[in-house]
């Protein structure tokens, strides 16, 4: 049987890519995802690939999710935390909505999503851990306060766990992207994106999201073995750490 592998936000974006490219290298996958039934429905029909609703933000949530996978395909084997959102503003400007908003689904999400599954990880001594933080995390960014702390609790996060999932075959890694051509970032006006943001990066190009999940892919896999507590820069040179 197929390990079973759970991406968050994983219908739309760079997680839609993540779970493509999971199933097309053989893992059962389930893609989570938190609002939108429609985008969800239409990806779950085009790719064959099961989708489950819940917050990452919300424990019992995520609890019940993973229960209701594990039913439905099996234990879980690997997972994706990639889910998130942006509330930018301006510190001074930033509101605690916005910032508790942040916080409670790229930070406390990753604890809620991967709380639940670790026990059993540790007790079938397996597991992979593939959090997906972000360039914003290592340098911070301006009108992000919120987003760059959150991903940059992602890394720390990380480093602690695969600490102590060592020795229960556990890895735990992350992957900080850079600016990747998604449907929000190729919706940024064109101008912009020539004259504010390509010349950031020394490649010269937006990364695709099939460039990060390759990335996941990788580290999903038993040749990712000795792998554990790293943080891969997929940002085309914009950013060393």
């Known amino acids: 049987m197929s390990k079973v592998a759970v991406v968050t936000g994983g219908t739309r974006g760079i997680g839609a890519a993540i779970s493509v490219a999971l199933k097309e290298a053989g893992y059962s996958v389930a893609a989570n995802y938190a609002g939108n039934d429609e985008k969800a429905n239409a990806f779950k029909e085009e790719t064959g690939i099961p989708v489950y609703k819940w917050d990452v933000s919300d424990y019992q949530s995520c609890a019940d999710g993973i229960a209701k996978v594990e039913a439905d395909l099996g234990p879980v084997a690997i997972l994706v935390n990639n889910a998130g959102i942006t509330r930018d503003a301006m510190f001074h400007k930033m509101t605690p909505e916005n910032w508790n908003d942040v916080i409670s689904t790229n930070l406390t999400g990753l604890f809620n999503m991967t709380h639940p599954v670790w026990p059993g990880m540790r007790e079938r001594g397996f597991g ?111 950013y060393f750490a």
């Open 128 to 238: 992979r851990v593939i959090n997906i933080s972000s360039i914003n995390g290592q340098k911070g960014q301006m009108g992000q306060a919120n987003y760059s702390a959150a991903k940059a609790g992602d890394i720390g996060l990380t480093k602690t766990l695969a600490q102590e999932g060592a020795a229960k075959g556990i890895t735990v890694n992350a992957i900080c992207p850079g600016y990747i051509g998604t449907e929000m970032v190729r919706a940024v006006p064109e101008k912009v994106l020539n004259e504010r943001i390509l010349p950031l990066i020394p490649v010269g190009r937006l990364g695709e999201p099939e460039e990060i999940a390759r990335c996941v892919v990788f580290l999903a896999s038993d040749d990712a073995g000795f792998i554990t507590g790293s943080t891969i820069s997929a940002n085309g040179g914009q």
